[in-house]
């Protein structure tokens, strides 16, 4: 018999998240899109860190991380079509509706993720399935 060098280990699964920490992160995933008031791509950086982070130890983060990535693609995409149109002086006023609506809907999203619900963002583009 020759001398074969041991098989490494395979990579651990990681351990899955009980029903409460699903909870806790998949909430994190939507409210970590608050950071975009203090950075310019917070919004869109903190639910995909979270996401990727924690999409592997449950069905129910990943959902909701998944959710939360692509709401704040749909909204960093209707910002952006807001400062083009600050040219004609509606912008303004669509920007703040736009930043409304994506307060709103982000404490919605973290109250149903909380409670256990799956929550499916209203006028959200699907870029992530």
């Known amino acids: 018999m020759e001398n074969q060098p041991p098989i490494p280990p395979s990579s651990p699964t ?7 920490d699903a909870r ?5 995933a939507h409210l970590s899109a608050l950071t ?8 869109l950086v903190g639910p995909l860190i979270v996401w ?4 592997e130890k449950s069905d129910f983060v990943d959902f909701h991380g ?15 079509i807001c400062f083009v149109l600050f040219l004609l002086l509606i912008g303004v006023f669509l920007l703040w509706i736009v930043g409304t609506v994506w307060l709103i809907f982000t404490i919605i999203a973290a109250i149903k993720a909380n409670n256990g619900e799956y929550y499916r963002y209203p006028f959200s583009i699907r870029f992530i399935k």
């Open 24 to 28: 806790m992160w998949a909430m994190f």
């Open 52 to 55: 990727q982070i924690q999409k």
């Open 14 to 20: 990681p351990a899955p998240l009980s029903e409460s």
């Open 66 to 80: 998944k959710e939360a990535v692509n709401f704040n693609i749909t909204v960093a995409i209707a910002a952006a």
């Open 36 to 43: 975009g008031f203090f950075t310019i791509v917070g919004s």
